[in-house]
């Protein structure tokens, strides 16, 4: 993209922050925005300055020296500019060990343009010391711009296989105690574990992503969101070895729209309920997804043990699966390699799920699982116009603990037990 149009661009988002988050109908409840200083905003249009990562002596399709400290100089200069400011990545590959971008700046639209590629070591020794790759602290009004950003995972992947013991890996870019944040038009390849994390953020929009990694690839999530609100995902192709998007605990009014997704785990809310204090999900809609040759569909999963964690008013819409294993999924008795929660119940209380006009293709017989609680049923679980097939005859429904009601055709039917009215 040529520089010209960046201001253009971030001038346009900036004017529909306040609309652009959340289409109001798609949650039951009305939804309070925070309204922007725009004044600040616009002014600090009047006069942008770029910097070009070369200028700071970053090296053009070089593997063999770091990049990293020439990224980061750049960032200083533009986060101590007044003005608006963007860092320009020309079309080139950089390598980067690591970089760390910290805030608070002095203004408040930060531009990371890139036309180029950053790429990690691929020797994953030099990375095990680092929880994550790029990650940008306590920032403001940054946007994300274009590029690709590849992890070269598939040697710590390998290790993995292999039985060997090796490190956990690194997250290729992380967004963590900030606000206002947009990331668009970005690739994200071979991650060594998670793609892209938002963590304690508020007003998040991601947008025309691309997100690929290998089926066998553990543990590559493509999209977390943990302990954060106010987030949409749009328009995106998602390719993982783990969950395409999971919505984390203590996240709340969250869009996902026009997602394809496949390979992967599907689209999850948890896990949750690893800690025993926890704060809950609420207000999300999934909607206009595609999944194809996933693990899973849409599913809400929890561990199995004490939690006072909750998820409420999820919506799961318009949503088409194509040999998809477990299309519709609840799973409260994950529990990973039987440890910290075997004979346990599950604290999580879920509540006001809806999976409205799902159809396509289940890659197993039981097309709709839901497997809640004994302790704390799932209540509120609405069932609309679901049609689920499995090769090309009926499959079945399996719902145990699980409160709810059906609207117009649903298939599998089977679901929801009578309960007693004092549950």
Known sequence: MALHTTTSFLLSSLLLLPIMFFNLTAFADPITFDILNFGDKL???????????????????????????????????????????TIYVPKAKFYIYSATFKGPCKNNVITLQMDGTLVAPPNFHLTAQSKTW????????VTVLGGVIDGQGSELWACKHSGKTCPRGTTSLQFTNSQNIVISG??????????????????????????????????????????????????????????????????SNVLIQNIYCGPGHGISIGSL?????????????????????????????????????????????????????????????????????????????????????????????????????????????????????????????SCINAQGSTVDMVEPMGCFEEFLSSI
């Not at 999209?223 to 609100?229: K, N, P, R, Y």
């Not at 819409?317 to 999924?329: A, E, G, L, R, Y």
């Open 43 to 85: 002014e600090s249009f009047a006069a942008p300055i770029t910097f070009n990562v070369v200028d700071f002596g970053a090296k053009p399709n070089n593997i063999k020296i770091d990049s990293s400290k020439a990224f980061e100089s750049a960032w200083k200069q533009a986060c101590s500019s007044s003005r608006a400011a």
């Open 134 to 141: 790029i990650i940008f602290r306590q920032v403001n009004g």
């Open 186 to 251: 970005l690739t994200s390849l071979n991650s060594q574990i998670y793609h892209i994390v938002i963590n304690k953020c508020r007003n998040v929009r991601m947008e025309r992503l691309n997100i690929y990694a290998p089926a066998n690839s553990p543990n590559t999530d493509g999209i977390d969101l943990e302990e954060t609100s106010y987030v949409t995902i749009l328009d995106s192709n998602i390719g993982t070895g783990d969950d395409c998007i999971s919505v984390g605990p203590g996240t």
């Open 273 to 397: 309920g690893r800690k025993e204090r926890e704060n809950g999900v609420q207000n999300v809609t999934v909607q206009s997804c595609r999944l194809k040759k996933t693990q899973n569909g849409v599913r809400i999963k929890s561990w199995g043990r004490p939690s006072t964690g909750f998820a409420t008013n999820i919506r799961f819409q318009h949503i088409t699966m194509t040999d998809v294993k477990n299309p519709i999924v609840i799973n409260q008795n994950y529990c990973p390699h039987n440890q910290g929660c075997p004979g346990k119940e599950s604290g999580i209380k879920i509540s006001d799920v809806t999976y409205k006009s799902i159809y396509g293709t289940s890659a197993s017989l039981v097309a709709i699982k839901l497997d809640c609680s004994p302790k704390f049923p799932c209540k509120g679980i609405v069932l609309e116009n679901v049609q689920l097939t499995y090769k090309n005859g009926n499959a079945k429904a």
